[in-house]
């Protein structure tokens, strides 16, 4: 299929009306210069935002990169996700404070819970919700030790779509209280 640049005007034009993105904004380029949702969401929308793109030439860079920049969007595709559970879950098996481990298993275990009702439509009870919300502090602190602290957008392609990660418990920990999503 080829995109014309029309098509490729009006996906922007979409994307800002959906989730707008400004010149304050920070985002990294890391999939391959072809590949064209990352060169009409990142390049191209940069040129219509003017928010600021950093190239990550190399893919062992990312999760450096991501300290560095700090981005307030970030577009991840399934793999990039799993790594980042894959160390999430590793640090927490990692962690010889039994019962810290235990309060932050317990914590995503009802963030998973929450996000699961969410997803089906059910309406969530407020002692749920409240035990989500008691554990923010704990997941703000994972968020900036991997540099999504300041990102109110995270999703896998395209990037313009609220998070769908292929875990629960991903998105349970990288949803943030001001991003809702």
Excluded at 21 to 33: H, T
Excluded at 86 to 94: D, F, N, R
């Amino acid at each position: 299929m080829i995109d014309t640049h029309r098509n490729i005007l009006w996906v922007l034009e979409s994307g800002q009306r959906f989730e707008p993105v400004s010149d304050r904004d920070r985002a990294i380029s890391y999939l391959p210069l072809a590949h064209a949702a990352d060169r009409a969401l990142n390049y191209y929308m940069s040129l219509i935002s003017g928010h600021t793109l950093v190239f990550c030439p190399d893919l062992a860079q990312l999760f450096p990169l991501l300290l560095e920049v700090r981005p307030t969007t970030f577009g991840g595709v399934p793999r990039i996700w799993e790594k980042l559970y894959a160390g999430l879950t590793s640090a927490i098996a990692k962690e010889p404070d039994e019962q810290r481990r235990g309060m932050v298993l317990g914590a995503l275990e009802v963030a998973r819970t929450v996000v699961a009702m969410e997803q089906r439509g059910e309406p969530v009870p407020a002692e749920l919700r409240q035990q989500r919300a008691q554990a923010e502090p704990m997941f703000a602190a994972i968020r900036a030790r991997i540099g999504f602290d300041a990102c109110a957008t995270r999703s896998p392609a395209p990037r313009r779509h609220r998070a769908r990660c292929s875990s629960s418990s991903t998105r349970s920990v990288f949803r943030s209280a001001r991003s809702g999503g």
